[in-house]
């Protein structure tokens, strides 16, 4: 009896094709490869990741009259708004010093971490028929969402440079902005990770989202002193709480990224002092368990 006849045979006796598969040496086609293994697939389509995020920020633009520049004026824009709203009506210029630099740093470090999160979590269901036409890591997808909107931070990031200068003269200081950077893009990469896995079971997340991260954007100081408005100083503003409640703040990842690039740009804003720990722990943090969280649920993306 032929092999094909043997193994018809045998899956007519009621053997499983589990069992099958494993005696003439077949395997999944989608089976999830060992951690290590796939890290390794991954940093060989470093090439792949890298060209479709940068094809994906040309062509996002590539309709409009100002093409590229809208990466610019968009944060801007919000920035202009805020500063009129928060600084000008709500008063919370007069409490901060070269309030315009403040606004803008936590305007522009903030944006990076939510269109990362918010394009993570659409990079697996957005891209369906690429994942069940081509077998790659999955975790390329939301890894090259995040590439890309660090692209078009570092096109911000010099236009901010610029505006700062004029009241910020650079200092010593200015040299570990890519430091920063280098931190907050481990931290994206890993809430986008989570989140894309987030999005592909939980169906409504696109549409919670933009309520997070607007919960999110008010909860991380970009507006405001968190040292000011939650203890307040002696005769001026604030909530009077207790200060662990700043301390749980602070402690909040956007926030985190957001004071330590304020105390390398400004001169007079003061952070807590731990706050590079907590930049360092939520990065590495995001990063491993960001990955481990993608990787457990890889044979599940692209069914259904």
């Not at 032929?2 to 094709?17: D, H, I, K, N, V």
């Not at 890519?178 to 809430?191: K, Y």
Request: with cysteine; proline share 5%.
């Amino acid at each position: 009896m032929s092999q094909p006849e043997s193994a018809l045979a045998g899956g007519r006796s009621g053997e499983s094709l589990a069992k099958l598969a494993e005696r003439y040496g077949l395997r999944r086609a989608i089976a999830r490869p060992r951690f290590p293994v796939y890290i390794r697939q991954l940093w060989e389509r470093r090439h792949f990741i890298l060209t479709y995020a940068t094809s994906r920020n040309v062509s996002k633009y590539a309709h409009s009259a100002l093409g590229q520049l809208w990466q610019v004026i968009t944060p801007l824009l919000n920035a202009a708004i805020y500063f009129v709203m928060f600084g000008v009506i709500l008063g919370g210029s007069k409490d901060i010093p070269n309030y315009a630099a403040f606004l803008l740093v936590g305007m522009f470090v903030f944006t990076y971490t939510q269109r990362s999160v918010t394009a993570g979590a659409k990079s697996i269901s957005g891209n369906l028929s690429l994942i069940r036409a081509l077998h790659f890591p999955r975790a390329a997808l939301p890894l090259a969402y995040t590439i890309q909107e660090l692209q078009q931070l570092v096109i911000s990031m010099s236009v901010l440079l610029a505006i700062i200068v004029w009241s910020e003269p650079p200092t010593i200081m200015w040299l570990l902005i890519p430091v920063v950077l280098v931190l907050q893009t481990m931290f994206n990469v890993g809430a986008s990770l989570v989140m894309a896995r987030v999005g592909t079971s939980l169906r409504d997340m696109n549409q919670l989202l933009p309520f997070i991260m607007r919960t999110w954007l008010y909860a991380s100081g970009v507006f405001f002193s968190i040292q000011y408005k939650i203890v307040g100083e002696p005769g001026g503003g604030g909530a009077h709480l207790p200060q662990w409640v700043a301390d749980l703040m602070y402690a909040n990842p956007a926030a985190a990224y957001i004071e330590f690039m304020r105390d390398i740009l400004i001169q007079h804003h003061e952070p807590r002092p731990w706050i590079w720990q907590v930049c360092v722990f939520w990065a590495v943090f995001a990063l491993l368990f960001g990955f481990w969280f993608f990787w457990h649920a890889e044979e599940k993306y692209g069914r259904g």
